[in-house]
Structures are given as C-alpha cells and as structure tokens.
C-alpha cells in the first residue's frame, strides 16, 4: 500500500510539473527555493520547497509532533557541500544529502540521509541516515509565513536556521577553511617553501584578521616584501599589525618605510603615487597622533 501511494503521489507531482511548464498559469501553493553560500572554502546549498501556514496551525498540527517530516513540501528538501565539513559534532564528506526533522517541543532531530531521491519522507530509511543530532527549538521574533532557510555566515563556518511560523532552529557547520590555512603558514609558508609574494601577504592578513599569531603575521609580510619590495598590500599589512599590537614606534617606522619606497619607486600612472602617498602620510598623522 505503502509503494502505491507513493508511485501515485510521485505521478501527480510529475503530471503537476508538467502542466506548469507549459502553459499552466497558477502559482505553485509551495514554491521552489535556493539558497547557495560560499563559507571559507566550502560551498554550501539548499534546495527545498517552500510551504505557507495558509492560517493553519503548522508545529503539533501540519507538521505532527515526533515523526519523520521532509522539512519542505514535496520532494525531499537537499543539503550539498562541496568539501566535507563537520556538521553536528560529526563528519559529513562532500555531497549531496537529503533533509529531514524529527520536531518536538523541546527538541529537534536534524537528520542527514544519503538518499536524496524520496518523495516527502516516503520511503525514508534510517540505515541511510548520515548524521543525526538534537537542536533546542526557540520562539522566534519574527512570524515566517513561508518555510524559510537561511545561512548565516561566521568567521569561514556557518550557521544553518530554520524558520516556519513562530518557531525556529539552527546549526553550526564547520569548513576545513582554517585547519588547512594553519597548515599551509605552518608548514609552506614560515618554512619559505613557496615564492608568490601575494600568498605570504595572504597569510599575513588572515593572521591579522584572525587576531592570532600576530607576530607570525609580521613575519609573513617581511617575507612577501622580500620577494617583491613593490608588494604595497604587504607594507600596509606591516603597519596594521603593529597598529593593533600598539608598537606605534614600529607602525610608524613602518610607514616612513613605506613612504621612502613610494618616493623612489617607478608607478605606472603617477597618480598611483600620489594616491599612495597621500594615504601614507594620513596614517603618519593618525599614528603620531596615538603616540601622544
């Protein structure tokens, strides 16, 4: 019984479907959304159809507490990164997954199941599941009329939210961004492996913008300044760092370097210098200022 509802459900989808991409001029009651971000080195995606509350009640109603929901309408609502990543305190390698909850209310299921293929959660088999891990649900601010997901960005993870009617959920997922940036400074870069000058000036902003390791910043921008003594991005770099350390002594020892290297330089267009130049001598004044 079970396969033929499913079989009949799937033929009307697909009839639907079909009426729509020809000439059928209404409006889908649930329709499709993407939402597709670049979080450090990963890419993540989610495909889903999107429901209304229509002034049903939705959580304990629509959506039936404790039982496997396809989050969405329709077919299966998908997950996909395109390098593995951590999701749920476990390992999730690059692919595409489907999306299913378990609601309640006072926690969630998240479940990540390999098969993508299903019909809502008809056919849903947890020997597929990927990972599965609870989430604390929490009244939200907003009402969201139509099933939303939304992804938010932390520095190179992400936070993942579910939102429908009142109600809203989230979880953090992790890139290997940083663990392969430290291994690359750690092991190519202070070693001086690599000769792009760009690539050290790179590692000194991350470093920078990290607020770690600072004097390794430092370090990586004299590299890249070794490599190329034109590489303007790095001097700046050099300056910012002993701004933040507040060796101001160093940072404005840094800029007069600078400016003494603008003077003497070769630009194409003289208005590079000038722009340059001008800039430099704004943060002399700044950083004289601070050593008051």
């Known amino acids: 019984m079970t396969k033929t509802i499913f079989f009949l459900l799937a033929v009307f989808t697909a009839l639907h479907v079909t009426a729509q991409d020809s000439e059928y001029p209404y409006p ?3 329709p499709k959304g993407t939402i597709s971000q670049v979080v450090g080195n990963t890419t993540i995606a989610i495909t889903y159809e999107r429901p209304s509350v229509r002034k049903r009640q939705i959580f304990g109603g629509l959506v039936p507490w404790n039982k496997v929901w396809r989050t969405g309408a329709g077919y299966c609502t998908k997950i996909s990164f395109d390098k593995s990543v951590i999701v749920g305190g476990q390992k999730v390698d690059a692919g595409k997954y489907s999306f ?7 926690e969630w299921i998240i479940i990540l199941n ?4 299903l ?3 008809y056919g849903y088999d947890a020997k597929k599941d ?3 891990f609870v989430v604390i649900p929490t009244a939200s601010n907003r009402f969201y009329e139509t099933l939303n997901f939304d992804i938010e960005i932390l520095p190179n993870d992400a936070n993942i939210f579910l939102s429908w009617a009142n109600v809203q959920v989230s979880f953090e997922v992790n890139t290997t961004t940083d663990s392969e940036i430290e ?3 750690s092991t190519e870069l202070l070693t001086r492996k690599r000769k792009e000058s760009q690539l050290y000036a ?5 470093l920078l913008y990290q607020g770690t390791n600072l004097s390794d910043a430092i370090k990586l921008a004299d590299f890249a300044i070794e490599l190329d003594e034109n590489n303007g991005w790095a001097r700046d770099l050099k300056i910012k ?10 940072a404005l020892s840094a800029v007069n370097e600078f400016i003494e290297h603008a003077e003497a330089r070769q630009y194409e267009h003289e208005q590079d210098r000038e722009n340059t130049l001008r800039q430099l001598k704004a943060d002399r004044e700044r950083i004289s200022n601070l050593m008051k």
């Open 28 to 30: 889908s009651l649930s």
């Open 100 to 106: 299913f909850t378990i609601p309640n209310e006072t």
């Open 114 to 117: 390999s098969d993508t293929s």
């Open 119 to 121: 019909y809502g959660s």
């Open 130 to 132: 990927v990972v599965r």
């Open 183 to 185: 291994k690359l400074i």
């Open 202 to 206: 790179g590692a000194a902003e991350y």
């Open 241 to 250: 760092v002993y701004e933040k350390l507040k060796l101001y002594e160093d």
